[in-house]
C-alpha cells in the first residue's frame, strides 16, 4: 500500500520551519470490492498500519512512512506481518524567496517485501514463501499549487524512475523450457498529490490523496483454482501501464470531545495493473492518531 504526503503540505505552507508531523493510522481493507480479472487479483481482507512522518527545514523537507500489512484471512502466514514496505523522500528547496519558490526537486526510494502461504491445508501440502519489492529510486521536479488561503494543496511530480531489475523474471516456455528474461521498467512516474482541509465547508473534515501513474514490464501470473487453492501459472513477460490511486477521507472527530488527536476515515485504493492485471477496488475503514 502506498501512500504520500496527504496532509503534509499543509503544514510546510502555514508553520514555521520548524513544525512536524506525525501520525500512526490502522486500516481495515475489506478486500476486493470490484476486480476485472478475479482470477487474478484474489486479496484477501487484511489490516494495515502506517506511520507517517514530516519535517521542514530550511532546505526543504522530509517525509517518510512505513506500512505493515497483518492478515486476517486463514489464506495468509499467521504469527506474523506478511507485508513490509517503505518509502522515504528529499525535497530540495534552496530559493524559497524567490519567484520559483513553489519548485522543488526530489529525491525517493521505495522497497519492501512480503511473504505468502496456505495454512489451512494439510501440514504436506502447506506453501509458504517470500517475495521483494525491488529497490526503486525517482528523481525529478515537484511543483506546488496552493490556495490563498492554503486550505486547498496540490502537488504535480513528473520523475525519473529507476528500479532494479526484477529477481523473478522466469517463465516456463512449451516443451519444459524455463526462459530468464530482465524486467526494465518505462522510466517515468507522474504523480499528483492532493489535500483539502475542511471540506466542503465541514470543519475538520480532511479530502486528501495520491494517484500515480508509471510503465512496467514484468511476468503476467494467470489463476486458476486447483483443489479449491487459487494457483499461478507464469505466462512470460509484459508491457503495460500502472494506475495507483489512494483518496482518503478523515473527519477530526476528536474535536468533539477534546481529543484532537483522533481522527477517523476511510480510504478506496483504486489500481490498474498493480498486483496483476487489471482493476481492482478496495474499500477501507480505518483510524489516525495524530502525535503532533
Known amino acids: 500500500m502506498k501512500k504520500h504526503l496527504l496532509t503534509a503540505l499543509v503544514i510546510i505552507a502555514v508553520c514555521p520551519l520548524w513544525a512536524v508531523d506525525a501520525n500512526i493510522q490502522v486500516f481495515y481493507d475489506f478486500g476486493s470490492l470490484w476486480n476485472?480479472?478475479?482470477?487474478?487479483?484474489?486479496?484477501?481482507?487484511?489490516?494495515?498500519?502506517?506511520?507517517?512522518?514530516?519535517?521542514?527545514?530550511?532546505?526543504?523537507?522530509?517525509?517518510?512512512?512505513?506500512?505493515?500489512?497483518?492478515?486476517?484471512?486463514?489464506?495468509?502466514?499467521?504469527?506474523?506481518?506478511?507485508?513490509?514496505?517503505?518509502?522515504?523522500?528529499?525535497?530540495?528547496n534552496f530559493w524559497k524567496q524567490s519567484k520559483v519558490k513553489d519548485l522543488s526537486i526530489h529525491l525517493e526510494y521505495d522497497g519492501g517485501l512480503g511473504t505468502f502461504g496456505y495454512r489451512q491445508a494439510p501440514e504436506e501440502d502447506q506453501q509458504i514463501g517470500g517475495f521483494g519489492v525491488n529497490h526503486a529510486v525517482l528523481v525529478g521536479?515537484?511543483?506546488?499549487?496552493?490556495?490563498?488561503?492554503?486550505?486547498?494543496?496540490?502537488?504535480?511530480?513528473?520523475?525519473?524512475?529507476?528500479?532494479?531489475?526484477?529477481?523473478?523474471?522466469?517463465?516456463?516456455?512449451?516443451?519444459?523450457?524455463?526462459?530468464?528474461?530482465?524486467?526494465?521498467?518505462?522510466?517515468?512516474?507522474?504523480?499528483?498529490?492532493?489535500?483539502?482541509?475542511?471540506?466542503?465547508?465541514?470543519?475538520?473534515?480532511?479530502?486528501?490523496?495520491?494517484?500515480?501513474?508509471?510503465?512496467?514490464?514484468?511476468?503476467?501470473?494467470?489463476?486458476?483454482?486447483?483443489?479449491?487453492?487459487?494457483?499461478a501459472h507464469t505466462v512470460g513477460p509484459k508491457q503495460y501501464c500502472v494506475f495507483l490511486s489512494e483518496p482518503q477521507l478523515w473527519d477530526s472527530i476528536g474535536q468533539w470531545f477534546k481529543c484532537p488527536n483522533l481522527c477517523i476515515g476511510a480510504e478506496v485504493e483504486i489500481s490498474t495493473n498493480f498486483t496483476g492485471e487489471g482493476w481492482m477496488v478496495n474499500p477501507c475503514l480505518g483510524l489516525r492518531w495524530n502525535f503532533l
Not at 49 to 66: A, K, L, Q, R
Not at 153 to 162: A, S, V
Open 141 to 231: 521536479p515537484e511543483y506546488f499549487l496552493h490556495t490563498a488561503d492554503y486550505k486547498n494543496t496540490f502537488t504535480l511530480q513528473l520523475l525519473f524512475r529507476y528500479a532494479a531489475t526484477k529477481p523473478n523474471m522466469w517463465h516456463y516456455k512449451e516443451g519444459g523450457q524455463w526462459v530468464h528474461q530482465s524486467g526494465n521498467q518505462v522510466p517515468l512516474q507522474f504523480t499528483f498529490v492532493w489535500a483539502c482541509k475542511d471540506f466542503c465547508t465541514a470543519k475538520g473534515l480532511t479530502f486528501c490523496g495520491f494517484f500515480d501513474i508509471y510503465g512496467d514490464r514484468a511476468n503476467v501470473n494467470k489463476w486458476e483454482k486447483v483443489d479449491g487453492q487459487w494457483q
Open 36 to 92: 476485472s480479472n478475479k482470477c487474478q487479483n484474489h486479496r484477501s481482507e487484511r489490516v494495515t498500519t502506517t506511520v507517517e512522518f514530516f519535517h521542514p527545514d530550511n532546505w526543504g523537507s522530509t517525509y517518510f512512512f512505513v506500512d505493515f500489512d497483518y492478515s486476517v484471512n486463514k489464506n495468509d502466514p499467521e504469527h506474523t506481518p506478511f507485508g513490509a514496505y517503505w518509502e522515504i523522500s528529499r525535497s530540495f
